[in-house]
């Protein structure tokens, strides 16, 4: 395991391969080897070096107390810097892809590119006003929501993979998930030069439950651009 010290704190990451460089970045509470069960050994067989990192609270990264998107999307940017990897090739999994989103956005001179997987593109009103109202529901609601969510159970009949479009790259569920959908198809409408794929039947962890249908989605997008 090697480190990297940037915006004050220390990150760990394990690179991997050689080639042209590519970040993953990882979601919520998920270290970043989770992407080394199948995206970074199928990026590394192309020839691309892949780059990860635990985020600020996964171990063995620091954990600095409470912390704010700011701060994680300040951390890849340091990250991207004081590696020298710039510009390169950026995947982010919904809380990533909203960093992802946010650094190419902010950044523009360190990203190459960017996938997004299950991105969502704008601010959940009725979320925020649950938080700040502090009505606080069973613990049983939010473990049945996030394991439906990640893993669109749901999803029987329409597992195929629609045809590219020339927007926004999104690899994401479909009926259960419809919220996500949502969002980055509109979200697609402001990119440019981009692509649009929707796989259904995946949920927020496609990429672990459908890798052979995600990776080459990935892999052609960083090829393109």
Not at 9 to 30: D, F, H, K, T, W
Not at 107 to 136: K, N
Not at 166 to 192: C, D, E, F, M, Y
């Amino acid at each position: 395991m090697r480190y990297v010290h940037t915006n004050g704190i220390r990150l760990a990451y394990p690179p991997s391969g050689q080639g042209e460089n590519v970040l993953l970045v990882m979601g919520s509470s998920a270290a970043g080897r989770v992407w080394t069960v199948y995206q970074t050994p199928a990026l590394n067989q192309v020839e691309y070096e892949t780059i990860t990192f635990d985020n600020r609270g996964i171990a063995p990264s620091d954990a600095p107390g409470k912390y704010s998107l700011a701060d994680m999307v300040a951390d890849t940017k340091g990250s991207i810097e004081e590696l020298d990897l710039a510009p390169c090739g950026v995947v982010g999994t919904f809380l990533s892809a909203l960093i992802t989103q946010k650094l190419a956005v902010h950044h523009p001179r360190l990203v190459r590119c960017a996938v997004l997987l299950a991105p969502q593109t704008r601010s959940d009103v009725a979320r925020r006003a649950l938080l700040t109202s502090g009505i606080e529901l069973p613990p049983t609601y939010g473990a049945t929501k996030t394991a439906f969510q990640m893993l669109a159970w749901f999803d029987t009949d329409e597992d195929r993979l629609e045809a590219p479009q020339k927007n926004l790259r999104s690899v994401q569920g479909h009926r259960l998930l419809r919220w996500p959908h949502h969002t980055a198809a509109l979200g697609r409408r402001g990119i440019k030069n981009c692509d649009f794929v929707e796989i259904p039947g995946t949920g927020r962890l496609g990429y672990l439950k459908h890798p052979e249908i995600v990776n080459p989605a990935i892999i052609g997008f960083l090829d393109k651009h």
